[in-house]
């Protein structure tokens, strides 16, 4: 069975720039997370998707980060405009009976 | 919402050796999850265990729900070990919801 796929594995822009980042989850599995992980901390959920529903969005700073999940299945995460302090790695997992299984994440650096 | 605690924060071991992770957590849980995190920052999945002890070759957990901690035991360590070890737990009710991270364990295994 293919894990979560995720790309690009890492990117590098300049502050102010515009960054997407694409998530393919474990077929058959309804919901997806968008994770981010700061250098030394664990991860923290950005984004919650129940098939093409947002279930919580709490944590998503809706000024500059965007996400979506159209048709249920691959999801898109937007930052526009990047800030440096948005540096990290940027973790999708998806979940089936409760266990999440996490990508290999994109590791985003803003100069 | 609930709180996640690891400890040790660090542990360096000779390859051989034997080590025992914990993890407390403020709720009662009906999920937990170890992950351990390889230097390429890979998500592993570990144990999906919200109570009783599971065995997987030379790792073992057991989560003892009602005292509200899991433990993590890795024996005859190996340098392929190093790497972050996370627990979390789902921040709800809901064992699909977001997960709570701890802040790692991070285990160097020397040869």
């Known amino acids: 069975e293919a894990g979560v796929a995720q790309s690009p594995r890492y990117k590098i822009i300049e502050k102010r720039q515009s960054v997407a980042f694409w998530c393919n989850p474990i077929s058959g599995h309804a919901t997806l997370y968008w994770y981010q992980q700061i250098l030394g901390q664990g991860p923290k959920l950005l984004i919650q998707?129940?098939?093409?529903?947002?279930?919580?969005d709490s944590q998503l700073p809706k000024d500059r980060f965007s996400a979506e999940r159209l048709k249920g299945v691959d999801s898109t995460l937007k930052i526009q405009p990047a800030k440096l302090e948005d540096s990290a790695v940027y973790l999708c997992?998806?979940?089936?009976?409760?266990?999440?299984?996490f990508g290999p994440g994109t590791r985003l650096t803003v100069t | 919402g609930i709180q996640v605690e690891q400890s040790p924060p660090d542990l360096i071991l000779q390859e051989g050796a034997n080590s025992t992770l914990r993890c407390n957590f403020s709720d009662s849980v009906n999920n937990l999850q170890w992950f351990h995190q390889n230097p390429w920052g890979q998500l592993i999945n570990l144990f999906y265990?919200?109570?009783g002890t599971k065995q997987n070759g030379r790792l073992s957990a057991t989560t003892v729900a009602t005292e509200r901690y899991s433990l993590l035991y890795i024996s005859s360590s190996q340098t392929t070990d190093s790497g972050v070890y996370f627990c979390a737990a789902p921040a709800g009710d809901n064992q699909g919801g977001k997960l709570i991270f701890g802040q790692g364990t991070e285990l160097s295994v020397k040869p």
């Open positions: 997992a998806s979940s089936h009976q409760g266990e999440q299984y």
């Open positions: 998707f129940q098939n093409n529903g947002v279930v919580d």
């Open positions: 265990i919200p109570s």
